[in-house]
């Protein structure tokens, strides 16, 4: 039982912080402070020697903070989704643990903390462990608006629409969106199918005007037309923009 005089400690917070796709000049000012104020850095990876993505760029901006690396399984699959949740509870324990001692940490992530991260697999787990322990996240610029960026494209106009799938498991997805021609449609994780993703397109009539962007800002970055990609298969870090079908060219 409290005596009158035992202090409480106020929970910490848990911040999932958007680091953007990899150049590290895509990290927003609100995010540098949230990594500054931070009483401790976690950073996902796939094993403890290994740099994660997030990692290394966050190393680029502030080289002298000290940062800790969580292990998660990056297989596809429903193998993967399962070694995934078990990273993401071991995770959590880390996390709550230091966090019921009113710590502030942050968690950084590609991109976005609120789309396709595991910062999401996390949070859900320390809420289940923790509901008092506060959760917010500072937004990350994402791979497919650098796409766009750096393609020259103008993504959406007017009325169009904007589809965001997946082709890790099929590209049913793919061609589902295509069936809407005022939609722009963007893929992410195709790159190990991407010569499958090139033919659905060319069938769908949507192949010229495409872009894809791989490693952007990264090791062996690339920005090209779909249609001059010749491998079958890219890095995992590919994004796929397919424009809406306009009247005039795609080009600005
Ligand atoms: C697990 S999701 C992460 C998405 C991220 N949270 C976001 O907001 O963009 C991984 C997918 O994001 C895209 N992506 C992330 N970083 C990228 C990069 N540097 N270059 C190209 N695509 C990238 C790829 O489609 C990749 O398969």
Redesign the pocket.
Known sequence: MNTPSAKQVEPGQLIGV?VG??DPRNITLKALEALREADLIFAPCSSPESEG?AEGIVRQVLPDVELSRLIFDMSPGETGVQARLRGAKAAARTLVALLLKGQTLAFV?????N????FSLVAKEVATLAPEIRIKTVP?I???Q??AAMSGLNLLDETEKLFLV?A?EGTEDVQESLQHPNAAVV?????RQIAAIKQILKEAGRLEGAVV??????EG?QIALLEAITEPKI?????VIAPPLRKGSHER
Do not use: C, H, N, W
């Open positions: 958007g796709p990899g993505r992530t590609l991109g976005d903390p789309v396709f991260s595991t990350g994402m791979a497919f650098e796409v997946t890790v893929i992410y994780k195709g790159g962007g791989e490693l952007l800002g990264l970055e890095s995992y870090l590919a994004t």
